[in-house]
């Protein structure tokens, strides 16, 4: 999932500041979308790319550290927090949570747009491998049940005889569904599926002895 227009979302209940942040922000080439609170945030709609969250600490009604917390189950984007009353509690709460920066104000702009770089480049890696995890999950919704069932042994090592004595098909035919798992997963190598396996979280069935 390549793009070249990542997206820096701005969330601070103070015009002036959204003002700035959101021409520093622009001057380097990035897109921006500013909200006055937690509220307007989420109910906008956000563009398919990578993105990074900057969001003030104090906010009126939901406030930065609450919104932090409701975004934790969903797929946010990185957030750096801006704060003109930040204490360590606070800051190590945020970064505890995932945050990648918590600045004071005021703060450096280079200091920022340092946070906001790494942030969005941690993003785009993050939705690189849910991009993959997908594609793996497509190609082992392709499997049929028994190919499914057969899987686990194959990256687990055992042998197509062992396998077919184990689930009571013949050898053969635990041959041409050992196939099928490789063209269908398009992986390149015994090694390859594994790793692929791991990643879907498929439980290994214990090696033969």
Known sequence: MNSDSPVVFVVDDDYRVREALSSL?????????VFGSAAEFLESEKPDEPACLVLDLQLPGTSGLELQQQLL???TPPIVFISGHGDIPSSVRAIKAGAIEFLPKPFDDQELLRAIHAAIDQDRIARGKRSELAELQRRYNLLTPREREVLPFVVAGFANKQTAADLGISEITIGVHRGQIMRKMAAKSLADLVRMADQLGIARTAGPA
């Not at 922000?25 to 979308?33: D, N, R, T």
């Open 73 to 75: 189950s969903g797929d």
């Open 25 to 33: 922000i622009s001057s380097v080439g990035l897109q921006v979308a």
